[in-house]
T-cell receptor, first 113, second 120 residues
Framework: KAGVTQTPRYLIKTRGQQVTLSCSPI?????VSWYQQTPGQGLQFLFE???????NKGNFPGRFSGRQFSNSRSEMNVSTLELGDSALYLC????????????FGAGTRLSVL | AQTVTQSQPEMSVQEAETVTLSCTYD???????LFWYKQPPSRQMILVIR??????QNATENRFSVNFQKAAKSFSLKISDSQLGDAAMYFC?????????????????FGQGTILTVHP
């Protein structure tokens, strides 16, 4: 069974631009969660999607948004990029029930210049 | 809000020896899950072990075991017979077993991580 796939692996953008990251979950998984990892703040929860609905959201500004498609693939969008958005963005998929284990992708490294 | 604290930024161990990584957490909930994840230089987070709070028995996965002290809110990871491939960043994480007002189980709260170096 294929694992969680994140594309692209690396991105370089400039301030003010917007970016879209993609996450394909493990087949059969309906929940996708997104995390931001930085040296200063560590790993922080962005949001979770389940069956195309956002069911939990972390403490991030509205510039961070996401969506999930009917095939459970998810995208995360960051608009008006700031230097502080430079980070490793990880997504994790799970079945979505109370006993679920989250399986992570290899992440997308975003650099904002 | 829940918090997770890993007080050891770095640890080192000799190959074949045993090392223990510490983790404490703060929560008012009684039902939750605790995890240890490993993140090697490849960046992919890999689940090492999981503990369900309502189970008193400590979880074990091959060379990895935990010491779960619910009253003390402590959750340490012991790695026995350390191998070079164990070198990585280790994260302790907390997840609620239920979410008030909904059924969201997707939020993990992580500690700051411990970098483990294994010396040959």
């Amino acid at each position: 069974k294929a694992g969680v796939t994140q594309t692209p692996r690396y991105l370089i953008k400039t301030r003010g631009q917007q970016v879209t990251l993609s996450c394909s979950p493990i087949s059969g998984h309906r929940s996708v969660s997104w995390y931001q990892q930085t040296p200063g703040q560590g790993l922080q929860f962005l949001f979770e999607y389940f069956s195309e609905t956002q069911r939990n959201k972390g403490n991030f500004p509205g510039r961070f948004s996401g969506r999930q498609f009917s095939n459970s693939r998810s995208e995360m969008n960051v608009s008006t990029l700031e230097l502080g958005d430079s980070a490793l963005y990880l997504c994790a998929s799970s079945l979505g029930d109370s006993k679920n284990i989250q399986y992570f992708g290899a992440g997308t490294r975003l650099s904002v210049l | 809000a829940q918090t997770v604290t890993q007080s050891q930024p770095e640890m080192s161990v000799q190959e074949a020896e045993t090392v223990t990584l510490s983790c404490t957490y703060d929560t008012s909930e009684s039902d939750y899950y605790l995890f240890w994840y490993k993140q090697p230089p490849s960046r992919q987070m890999i689940l090492v072990i999981r503990q369900e709070a309502y189970k008193q028995q400590n979880a074990t996965e091959n060379r990895f075991s935990v010491n779960f002290q619910k009253a003390a809110k402590s959750f340490s990871l012991k790695i026995s017979d350390s191998q070079l491939g164990d070198a990585a960043m280790y994260f302790c994480a907390y997840r609620s077993a239920r979410s008030a007002g909904g059924t969201s189980y997707g939020k993990l709260t992580f500690g700051q991580g411990t970098i483990l170096t294994v010396h040959p």
